[in-house]
């Protein structure tokens, strides 16, 4: 099946720095990558997404690349603040409709003012 | 925080009782899951629902057992064959039309003793 590793567990950044998190994925059939944040004892929510189709989105600050031919996809954080200090996931899936995701081990964000 | 609860939110129990947890939502998404998380592990798949009265086990499903008898709710129980129940549990619910998204709830956590 399916594996994700996610690489660093720990990220420490000064605010206004950029942060960036890697992932690699096993499975060549996967076509949706979504990234997810979670603050401290708050639930999961979705910060940005990339289907295989594509190999870059922006959503302001933060963006997201995927490379096919290598199996690896990578959250990209631009100019830090304190309030971006939060678990980042990120996650594969074959199928976008239903979506069996599958979770990478998750990176420690700490964005220090 | 409406639209997808799980009740209650801290939850103890004796080693060798079964125990409910509650997932509700008000979406109307097709879609539910139940995930574990636990530290330095990211979040695991346990069982999903695509419809009424349909489930498949996930990666870890083992010791878990689901039902999905009404389109709004996904209990799920821990049996005392589940061998270290002690952990986070997340419900999501996702619509079948164009949203990616995987709506989390707040969480269970259950402590096992």
């Known amino acids: 099946g399916e594996n994700v590793e996610q690489h660093p567990s720990t990220l420490s950044v000064q605010e206004g720095d950029s942060a960036v998190i890697k992932c690699t994925y096993s499975?060549?059939?996967?076509?949706?990558f979504p990234w997810y944040k979670q603050e401290l004892g708050k639930r999961p929510q979705l910060i940005i997404d990339?289907?295989?189709?594509?190999g870059e989105k922006k959503d302001q600050r933060i963006a997201v690349t995927l490379n096919k031919t290598a199996k690896h996809f990578s959250l990209h954080i631009t100019e830090t603040q304190p309030e971006d200090s939060a678990v980042y996931f990120c996650a594969a899936s074959k199928d976008t409709g239903f979506q069996k995701l599958v979770f990478g081990t998750g990176t420690r964000l700490l964005v220090s003012p | 925080d409406g639209g997808i609860t799980q009740s209650p939110k801290y939850l103890f129990r004796k080693e060798g009782q079964n125990v409910t947890l509650s997932c509700e939502q008000n979406l109307n998404h097709d879609a539910m899951y139940w995930y574990r998380q636990d530290p330095g592990q990211g979040l695991r798949l346990i069982y999903y629902s695509q419809i009424v009265n349909d489930f498949q086990k996930g990666d870890i499903a083992e010791g878990y057992s689901v039902s999905r008898e009404k389109k709004e709710s996904f209990p799920l129980t821990v049996t005392s064959a589940q061998k270290n129940p002690t952990a986070f549990y997340l419900c999501?619910?996702?619509?079948?039309?164009?949203?990616?998204?995987?709506?989390f709830g707040p969480g269970t956590r259950l402590t096992v003793t």
């Open positions: 990339i289907r295989s189709n594509v």
């Open positions: 999501a619910s996702k619509t079948s039309g164009s949203s990616y998204e995987q709506y």
């Open positions: 499975d060549s059939a996967s076509n949706y």
